[in-house]
């Protein structure tokens, strides 16, 4: 296994956090009218869609897996406890599924 092939599974990691990312930097309606909500700027809601956009693009990478993971984790442990602040009560166990999800890339798997 090449040191640089990613598995399966962080591969499709870093598809479902790069669509995140992307609808975040597009400020899509759904995703500004939330970061709105809670009082965040485009601005920062587009930092966050950077950061799961490179996050997916380094999680993909053997040699980087673990860098994407850390930055992914951290986007992720920010947005969940916003959302647990303002009471987005729906939003919490998805965002705890990407959270573990994150983290997983701190593992060698496949």
Not at 26 to 54: C, H, N, Y
Not at 94 to 99: E, V
Request: with cysteine.
């Amino acid at each position: 296994m090449s040191k640089y092939r990613p598995s399966i599974w962080h591969s499709i990691i870093g598809l479902g956090f790069a669509a995140a990312g992307i609808s975040k930097l597009l400020a899509v309606a759904p995703q500004r009218e939330l970061f709105e909500s809670w009082g965040w700027s485009k601005r920062d809601m587009q930092t966050i869609g950077a950061s799961e956009l490179l996050g997916a693009a380094l999680v993909v990478t053997r040699s980087t897996q673990r860098v994407g993971a850390v930055l992914l984790s951290a986007s992720s442990l920010c947005v969940l406890t916003t959302e647990l602040r303002h009471g987005n009560d729906a939003l919490v166990t998805p965002r705890t599924g990407m959270l573990l999800a994150a983290l997983s890339g701190l593992l060698k798997i496949g």
